[in-house]
């Protein structure tokens, strides 16, 4: 039986398509129903990004963008409608004595129990430290002395927020915030079959 594709675009998508072609063979029994939306911040790789809700004023979800540089990072946040909210230099907000490669293996975590997310990172191509900052400004709002050499997010102590634990050699450590939980009666997380999907396995692009 042959498959049926079937993919209905609109103007400005169909610009978008013919100045970035995207595959045009799906997996076979894949059924397109058209793109949802394509934006570019002026043909930047965003590269490492990560999803969340880093501005509980705007609709949805945010998509914070790490840049490509291989030093000197020039972050940008994406809204759910794909607008350009900010940008920012990572070299003007990180700690002095963070690596000038940046940021990598970049997740967003429930780390207050606040309705904003913030986002945790390690030092880039080094065992080094690990952070947590504000998608929207870069501000580090936390840092741990480390060598980490794999860094992973989830709730592991069992109140709905999100631990930070760390592989460092052979010896992993986990980090959880001592701060009261100002929304203890939030389902767990793993209730979400959608986070217990993106938590089977570990992406280094956007664990
Ligand atoms: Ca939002």
Known sequence: MRTTTVVRLNNSARQSLHRNPV???????????????????????????????FDPTRPGLEIWCRSRYDT??????????GHVIVQYELDKVAPPDWTEKGLEEIAPIQWTGAETQVAA???????????????????FVVR??????????????????????VVSGNKL????????NPRPHQPRLWAQQHYRRSKMSWNYYSP
């Open 23 to 53: 595959p045009r063979s799906p997996r076979k029994g894949t059924r397109l129903r058209g793109l949802v939306w394509w934006k570019t911040n002026r043909r930047q790789e965003p590269q490492n990004a990560a999803v969340g809700e």
């Open 72 to 81: 000197h990072q020039k972050p940008w946040v994406l809204d759910a409608q």
């Open 121 to 139: 990172a390690k030092e880039r191509h080094k065992s080094g430290d690990v952070c947590l900052f504000e998608p929207l400004s870069g501000q």
């Open 144 to 165: 741990f002395t480390e060598q980490a050499d794999r860094l992973y997010v989830a709730d592991v102590s069992g109140d709905w927020r999100e631990e930070i634990i």
């Open 173 to 180: 450590r986990i980090y959880e915030n001592p701060a009261k």
